[in-house]
């Protein structure tokens, strides 16, 4: 069974460019989750989707959006990108209470 | 206030010693308690989890971890550990409407010859 596939691997930006990440679930998984990992700040809960729908989000300024489609991937937006938002994003599926990551998206922003 | 506590942040152990990392955790409800394995640069490997039932849970390579309510502790040990299970651990607690993981800080594991 193949898992959580995340891409691009590396995502280079400049300060003020805009981000897309894109996250593929476990096959069945209706829910998808994305966190951030940012150096000093730990794992932080960003957006939760399930069903197409915006379940809960983090505490992140709106610049970060992002949206699930009918096959259940997902898209992570950032917007108007600062030097902090460089992180490892890490995507997550879920069937019910246990969430299977995917190998992350690196982005550097410069 | 939900939390994760990993009071160790790096430790380092000989190969085939014994293993336990410590996680205490803060949740007004009954918590969905969990340990992740990160490789440097990659995703979170599940280790095992706790949801109810027995408080001795078995996960994969190996490892295991006790649910203790009294304590708010939920640790993770290993009997005999092997080089390739250097590497950051975490625990998180989840659960509860917003179904969102927190997490804690981690614990860096390096593992001696």
């Known amino acids: 069974e193949a898992g959580v596939t995340q891409s691009p691997t590396h995502l280079i930006k400049t300060r003020g460019q805009q981000a897309t990440l894109r996250c593929s679930p476990i096959?069945?998984?209706?829910?998808v989750y994305w966190y951030q990992q940012a150096l000093g700040l730990g794992l932080q809960f960003l957006l939760w989707?399930?069903?197409?729908?915006?379940?809960n989000r983090g505490n992140f300024p709106p610049r970060f959006s992002g949206r699930q489609f009918p096959n259940y991937s997902s898209e992570l937006n950032v917007n108007a990108l600062e030097l902090e938002d460089s992180a490892l994003y890490l995507c997550?599926?879920?069937?019910?209470?246990?969430?299977?990551f995917g190998p992350g998206t690196r982005l550097t922003v410069l | 206030a939900q939390s994760v506590t990993q009071p160790d942040i790096h430790i380092t152990v000989s190969e085939g010693a014994s293993l336990e990392l410590r996680c205490n955790y803060s949740?007004?409800?009954?918590?969905?308690l969990f340990w992740y394995v990160q490789s440097p640069g990659q995703g979170l490997q599940l280790l095992l989890k706790?949801?109810?039932?027995?408080?001795l849970v078995q996960g994969i390579k190996g490892f295991e971890a006790e649910f203790k309510r009294s304590q708010s502790s939920f640790n993770l040990r290993k009997p005999s550990v092997h080089w390739s299970d250097a590497a950051e651990y975490f625990c998180?607690?989840?659960?509860?409407?917003?179904?969102?993981?927190?997490f804690g800080t981690g614990t860096l594991l390096a593992v001696q010859p």
């Open positions: 997550a599926s879920s069937p019910s209470n246990t969430q299977y």
């Open positions: 096959s069945g998984h209706t829910s």
């Open positions: 989707y399930d069903e197409g729908e915006e379940r």
């Open positions: 949740y007004g409800a009954t918590p969905y």
């Open positions: 706790y949801f109810s039932g027995d408080t």
């Open positions: 998180a607690v989840g659960g509860g409407a917003t179904n969102k993981l927190i």
